[in-house]
């Protein structure tokens, strides 16, 4: 009765499986402590070039857990959840080694949203987002302040993008922003106070959607993490929440939503449009995926794509383990061919989703690999400008130029 059901988990499925299967043995286990621990890789030299201005990036999701309720009830849990289910990920020491140029770092309360499933509008979603931002600064200033700092602005990102990777004062500009409207707790009036604790990019709606626009499922293992009305479109708060986002220099992700509200945001704004984190329906037939038509529209209005580097939602494969077993970055170097076919390659950047519990191609697990990516794209595309535009200059052009209040 219920075709491709049986190799997909129910949320509730899932926690109690990882609880019952794994539970406090796991944790509370040297076994875990084996996990972490590795012989440290070599130094290597830092990339001068461009390497990567990433859009979308789940930096700090496995410490956030830690302090959810669920986190804190049960404090195994986010070392499972990292460990066993969060396959690729990033290290801000081996990301400063390899040279990446920016990280946009994103924000959304993972088990709430999932698990806990809060009355909407949740009146705690601000506040849980402020403290990720707070837990992200602390982190920047306490743990890694020898490879990352915070940008709170686009000038502040154009100062440190200007220090060369040679010298020692570099550091890798880091950018707030926030996944899923939701964490608005819908109050117009913190899309001010986000932008003033700088963040540069909002996407609209995320796994469910919470009132502001219908959303598409983009995990395999959650059949249930989608809209039940995909058609909804934008609500009108949702028709408020973008005017507002506009008018105080937040950016417009409109990765996560349905083909229907991805038609009403893009008809509603009137300034350029980012998808940080998106594939493409012709390649990969997901609800999550842009259409044609869509990715068209959001180039010719200024707008860029940024391509996620999961294999699964790029592609066509039968399950997220085919995926696992068989996607590579031949998957994301096809899906950049097929837009820069499309709309042209200044439109075209990357977002890659790492540590946000994606399935990662084979061939790169952490996001400091980001090299095999430019060594395949520059075998393809034959031109290094070309393939530094594609992985950093574009989103760090489109920042610049649309990050922030300031009339154009
Ligand atoms: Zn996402």
């Not at 669920?70 to 040279?99: E, H, Q, T």
């Not at 995990?219 to 009108?236: K, R, T, V």
Request: aromatic letters at 8%.
């Amino acid at each position: 009765m219920r075709e491709g059901a049986r190799q997909q988990l129910s949320r509730r499925q899932f926690v109690s499986r990882a609880l019952g299967t794994l539970g406090g043995a796991l944790f509370s286990s040297p076994l875990l402590g084996l996990l972490s621990c590795g012989v440290p890789p070599p130094l290597t030299n830092r990339n001068t070039r461009r390497v990567l201005a990433d859009l979308h990036v789940h930096s700090m999701i496995n410490e956030w857990n830690k302090q959810t309720a669920l986190g804190v009830r049960y404090p195994g849990v986010a070392g499972i959840a990292g460990k066993m289910f969060n396959a690729s990920g990033m290290d801000w020491k081996k990301c400063y080694d390899a040279g990446v140029d920016l990280l946009c770092v994103t924000h959304f309360n993972v088990f709430d949203e999932w698990l806990s499933m809060p009355t909407d509008p949740d009146p705690e979603a601000a506040r849980k987002t402020y403290m990720m931002m707070d837990q992200l600064e602390a982190h920047l200033r306490d743990k890694v302040s020898q490879y990352a700092t915070l940008a709170m602005n686009a000038d502040e990102m154009k100062t440190l993008l200007s220090v060369s990777k040679d010298t020692s004062e570099w550091r890798i500009p880091v950018v707030h922003t926030v996944e899923g409207g939701h964490a608005l707790g819908g109050d117009l009036s913190v899309v001010e106070e986000f932008a003033k604790r700088g963040t540069a990019i909002m996407t609209v709606t995320h796994f469910f959607n919470k009132g502001i626009a219908s959303s598409a499922n983009s995990f395999p293992y959650f059949p249930d993490a989608n809209s039940p009305w995909p058609h909804q479109g934008l609500s009108e708060f949702g028709k408020r929440v973008i005017s507002e986002m506009e008018e105080h220099g937040i950016i417009v992700d409109i990765t996560h939503a349905t083909t229907t509200s991805v038609d009403q945001i893009l008809q509603h704004t009137t300034k350029p449009v980012l998808a940080t984190h998106t594939s493409s329906r012709s390649l990969g037939d997901h609800p999550y995926s842009l259409v044609d038509e869509h990715i068209e529209e959001i180039a010719a209005g200024g707008g860029l794509i940024g391509i996620l580097i999961d294999p699964y939602l790029l592609s066509n494969y039968s399950s997220a383990s085919e995926a696992e077993e068989h996607g590579t970055l031949r998957d994301v170097v096809r899906t950049i061919e097929y837009l820069v076919k499309l709309v042209g390659h200044k439109c075209v950047a990357i977002g890659s989703d790492f540590g946000g519990f994606i399935t990662p191609p084979k061939d790169m697990k952490r996001l400091s690999q980001i090299g095999k990516l430019r060594e395949m794209m520059r075998r393809e595309f034959q031109s290094e400008t070309f393939v530094d535009d594609i992985l950093a200059n574009n989103a760090i052009e489109f920042l610049q130029e649309n990050w922030g209040a300031k009339s154009k």
